[in-house]
Nanobody, 118 residues
Framework: QVQLQESGPGLVKPSQTLSLTCTVS??????????WSWIRQSPGKGLEWIGYIAYSGSTYYSPSLKSRTSISRDTSKNQFTLQLSSVTPEDAAVYYC??????????WGQGTQVTVSS
């Protein structure tokens, strides 16, 4: 069974950097054919794709967020991370990590609520 679990601070101050980690079990993040994505959901914007890191380590970001986004991985821990800098209240959302199998997101984390407040 493939499981993804988000972790990180639920509260971030404006102008600071949001850092979240996705821990994967039941599958290796280096197995060919899969991409590992970050997606967020807010009442104002709905679902929004942030970016992903491929099994090869290549990264791709949403054009609207790429200047503030960095996705990396630690293969020894089977984890990948999201860093979103200079956050504002508009970045408040539920953040999900998910696996893309080439056709769909077949596995999702449960999501973690991130609040931006001083």
């Amino acid at each position: 069974q493939v499981q993804l679990q988000e972790s990180g601070p639920g509260l971030v101050k404006p102008s600071q950097t949001l850092s979240l980690t996705c821990t994967v079990s039941g599958a290796s993040i280096t197995t060919s054919g899969y991409d590992w994505s970050w997606i967020r959901q807010s009442p104002g914007k709905g679902l929004e794709w942030i970016g992903y890191i491929a099994y090869s380590g290549s990264t791709y970001y949403s054009p609207s967020l790429k200047s503030r986004t960095s996705i990396s991985r630690d293969t020894s821990k089977n984890q990948f991370t999201l860093q979103l800098s200079s956050v504002t209240p508009e970045d408040a959302a539920v953040y999900y990590c998910a696996r893309w199998d080439g056709d769909s997101y077949d596995y999702w984390g449960q999501g973690t609520q991130v609040t931006v407040s001083s």
